[in-house]
């Protein structure tokens, strides 16, 4: 049974690798998931986007996501540094976080949940294992658990 919600759930990409939000894209379509995938290339243009400022400040231009999908190693802002600041904020904080990373360190798995992430994937190193990665999280994030209603919306 999918949840009413689950067509209007809204994917934010923040990866600085053209070429994986690229794969990402095409995995979340050959997953057959009707998501609107939005992408940001670093933390401080992801911070800008949930805090509506700069290019995003337009009324309508950056609804709120249900759900960030979080590289760790970006320039200007790291994946860490822009989780530490989505979990302190009292609007952003309930938005799920899936940190998906090329790392596979155990100090960075530690560490995304220390912060608050809700998952912690490493990026397969393959398109078909990407696009299994993407269906279980669309099945699970969008279609299988109950997000909390976006905080801020409308003002």
Known sequence: MTPVQGSRV??????DDADDRLLAADALAEARLNNELRFVEDGEELMD??????RWSAPGAAPRPGLILLDLNMPR?????ALREIKAHPELRRIP?????????????????????????SKPVTFDGLVSAIKALGRYYIEIVELPPPAGEGE
């Open 49 to 54: 986007y949930l805090n509506r400022r700069g």
């Open 10 to 15: 809204l994917i934010l990409m923040a990866d």
């Open 77 to 81: 802002k790291d994946g860490r540094e």
């Open 97 to 121: 976080v899936v940190v998906l990373t090329t790392s596979r360190a155990e100090e960075d798995v530690v560490r995304s949940y220390d912060l608050g992430a809700s998952s912690f994937i």
